[in-house]
């Protein structure tokens, strides 16, 4: 079993920027994917970005240059930097962990006003 806690969400003003944080505990493989998720009501959850145990991302277009994933395999932490917030950014992030099975954290809501 992985263990996913999420924290760093929030009220933030349009153009503004926050830090999402997931650390993973648990019976963890040194190769994995790790990754954000996010989710309106009404909606499916879609992709933001991943990034593999080895550094490679990939985003959701809507996010490019705007939000940055990274990772420190040292404390099985993944990040998720955004800047530039807009309203439509507003949803629940999910943490996203996955190797042999998929693993979700519980959830953090960001909220972006204009």
């Known amino acids: 079993q992985v263990q996913l806690v999420e924290s760093g969400g929030g009220l933030v003003q349009a153009g503004g920027s926050l830090r999402l944080s997931c650390a993973a505990s648990?019976?963890?493989?040194?190769?994995?994917?790790m990754g954000w998720y996010r989710q309106t009501p009404g909606k499916q959850r879609d992709l933001v970005a991943t990034?593999?145990?080895?550094?490679?991302?990939n985003y959701a277009d809507s996010v490019k240059g705007r939000l940055t994933i990274s990772r420190d395999n040292s404390k099985n932490t993944v990040y998720l930097q955004m800047t530039t917030l807009k309203p439509e950014d507003t949803a629940v992030y999910y943490c996203?962990?996955?190797?042999?099975?998929?693993?979700w954290g519980q959830g953090t809501q960001v909220t972006v006003s204009s």
């Open positions: 990034i593999t145990s080895g550094g490679r991302t």
């Open positions: 996203y962990y996955v190797w042999d099975v998929e693993y």
């Open positions: 648990g019976s963890l493989s040194r190769i994995n994917v």
